[in-house]
């Protein structure tokens, strides 16, 4: 089973709000230009306002939490891969071990953003890809997990060929030009679920089965 988080609310500040006070107050006490620094809602919520779909964005804690359970975890073998907000593809090596620290990983991530990749020299643990969503699920397709979809069990979902596709957004619905890319929407659950309790629920049903 491989897993696309979609829609990741993983971006650098973008250039509309570059110059907000807000951001450029708290970029310079991290000593960082404004275009270098991740979006998050935590410190940029008043310059955020007026972004087109702000409720899905400035929420890189979800992509931390995710990694760090994801490929900790014995029981996952498959691959992860990270498209974000803003229509990047990132790919990530299986011999990646996210910072437990969220500083520290909020500073890779600024890293990976800017340059491309992390580390710098070598081989990339993480690496943005020059694909697009489409060109990376064109041979397997993607199933995407929405609490709108068909009730399905986790475990019919372990040997699927199709990469699953789960939000890692706070709030809002998939970008219909997703869901256009997608060939079912199914569910795990009858209630909603945030992005790692449905990863979570996925990797057990797998290891139990």
Known sequence: MDIILIESSLELVPE????????????LKVGKDPSKVLLDISL?????????NREKRGRPDIVHTVLTMVLTDPEFRGEVLIHTVDS????????????????????????????GRVPLEGDPLMEVSTLT?????????LILLDEKGQRVNPSSLCNSKEFIGVGAFPHGDFDPEVRKLSGSSLSISDKTLETQHVVCRLISSCAQG
């Open 133 to 141: 969503l489409e060109e990376v699920i064109r041979d397997r397709g």
């Open 44 to 52: 940029h919520y008043h310059a955020m306002r007026d972004l087109p």
């Open 16 to 27: 509309q709000i570059r110059y907000h006070p807000s951001v450029v107050k708290n970029a």
């Open 88 to 115: 990047r593809i990132i790919k990530v090596s299986r011999k990646m071990r996210p910072p437990k620290n969220y500083l520290r990983f909020v500073g890779l991530m600024e890293q990976l953003l800017v340059y």
